[in-house]
């Protein structure tokens, strides 16, 4: 394995297993986690971790390489892990994707023969990209081809590690995974319906004896089931760790109640959150209970273990978002310059709106042209607040307050815009939509402000489910 800028390739180094956690509480940088599979279509799978996702598109990375897919007669799992984790490089994220991923890539006889002949099943390619840190730091690619899987010419792999080098360089990260991903298709081929060999034998033998089919049929039945329960146990014993640690840290670092404006958006969202942490954590320390011992473990108790360490995580990025924001020492902080640039954003939005055909009937129109004006103004005083020194007037939590009510009052003008334009039948393009729409907007945008209002949204949630359990 070597960096994407080094001048001259070098042997990459054979992976190394991923560490097992222990079943005590461990602390974050002792977490090993592998993404599991996040987008799917025909032989292309696309695994990306928590970090990653906001660097990548990933429906743009499927929908690019789909037409290269026809080269190779492969499937081709990418796993993408960005920088700090407690993985190796790249090299080590392939390796994690095998074992513990939920892919089919692993081969069937790696314990006896994966030293000498790979891990890699027949007729697969998994490839390992390790995005940096920091802008600027090189990115790492590791390429593990199947047993039957052969470079069409000299020098395959140097192409594939080399392939998105440039767009690397530049920060340009999904399109440097699509060129990954295509040279990866195009430089390496597998023998056409290589995967489907096994059944055309199945096939065979059922012309010449049902019987066989069916115990064939029913063997394969089992080790497909007995494969899956094994990865959910594997996934079981991760979550039973997880769940506690990511208890311990909610109920340590909880929402700040800031003293200022007790009755502010800031307050009543710290309040909500602080309110469902105590149960959401019994929960997920009793699902970890249950299943501390190991065992099977059913698709539906995966599912709630799954769920209940979302919730968890959710929450625990927005109490540390309010902690961040509610800091005395703002200085150049990223996360303020983030949720303004978010509104900016989706002023701009508005703008478009505006500029849709037929849009002049509107009633919403005065005030939509008002509020661009007025947040906008506002916008830059906050923008000089974030570059001032700490002698201004005016507090964190006040300046928070402020975005959050006009974050409320361009979604609610959003809003009113989206239900006249669709009474008048006016078309609006689906991105824009579901800019404008207030939960496609929180799928879209990844800004402290957003993150908070998912959070807030969920602890609703999560209180009426609360009381429907309690009733």
């Known amino acids: 394995m070597s960096p994407l800028n080094a001048p001259v390739a070098q042997p990459a180094p054979a992976p190394v297993y991923p560490t097992t956690e222990s079943s005590a509480p461990a602390k974050d940088n002792e977490s090993v986690l592998i993404p ?106 590791f390429v593990d081809p199947g047993r039957n899987v052969r470079a069409k010419a000299e020098g395959a792999t140097e192409r594939i590690h080399r392939a998105g080098q440039q767009y690397f360089d530049s920060q340009k990260y999904t399109q440097g995974i699509i060129e990954v991903s295509k040279a990866s298709a195009t430089q390496l081929q597998a023998p056409k319906k290589a995967m489907f060999r096994s059944w055309q034998g199945v096939g065979i033998l059922a012309l010449l004896v049902l019987g066989g089919v069916l115990v064939v049929f029913i063997m394969h039945r089992r080790k497909v089931r007995a494969k899956a329960a094994n990865k959910r146990a594997q996934r079981g014993a991760q979550l039973v760790d997880l769940l506690r640690h990511r208890a ?74 309010l902690n961040t924001l509610l800091e005395a020492k703002r200085g150049q902080s990223a996360d303020w310059k983030a949720i303004v640039l978010t509104h900016r954003e989706r002023l701009e939005d508005t703008a478009q709106f505006l500029n849709l ?63 006249q334009a669709r009474e008048a039948r006016l078309e609006v393009v689906g991105s824009l939509r579901q800019r404008m729409d207030a939960h496609g907007a929180r799928q879209v945008f990844t800004d402290p402000l957003t993150s908070l209002d998912v959070a807030l949204v969920r602890a609703q949630m999560l209180k009426s489910e609360n009381r429907q359990v309690s009733s």
């Open 248 to 321: 311990f840290r909610l109920e340590k670092y909880r929402a700040p109640l800031p003293a200022g404006e007790p009755n502010g958006p800031t307050r009543r969202a710290s309040e909500s959150i602080n309110a469902v942490i105590p149960a959401l954590n019994a929960r997920a320390l009793l699902l970890a209970q249950n299943y501390q011992d190991g065992g099977p473990l059913s698709v539906e108790e995966l599912a709630r273990m799954e769920a209940s360490l979302a919730d968890q995580e959710l929450l625990i990025a927005a109490t540390k978002a």
């Open 36 to 141: 599991l599979i996040s987008a799917h279509e025909d032989n292309f799978y696309l695994a990306v971790s928590d970090a990653a996702q906001a660097s990548v598109d990933q429906q743009g990375i499927v929908d690019q390489v789909r037409e290269s897919m026809g080269a190779t007669h492969a499937k081709i799992l990418v796993g993408v892990d960005k920088k700090p984790n407690n993985l190796k490089g790249a090299a080590q994220l392939v390796r994690g994707l095998l074992l513990f991923g939920d892919s089919d890539a692993l081969s069937d006889d790696w314990l006896e023969h994966g030293k000498d002949r790979g891990y890699v099943g027949k007729g697969w390619i998994v490839v390992g990209v390790m995005l940096p840190e920091r802008a600027g730091a090189p990115t790492e690619v």
């Open 357 to 419: 055909d037929s849009v002049g009937q509107l009633h919403c129109l005065p005030q939509l042209r008002t509020m661009i004006i007025e947040h906008t103004n506002r916008l830059d005083e906050i923008q000089h607040w974030v570059q001032a020194d700490a002698s201004r007037q005016q507090s964190p939590v006040q300046v928070l307050g402020q975005l959050w009510q006009m974050r409320a009052e361009l979604q609610q003008n959003h809003s009113a815009a989206l239900t």
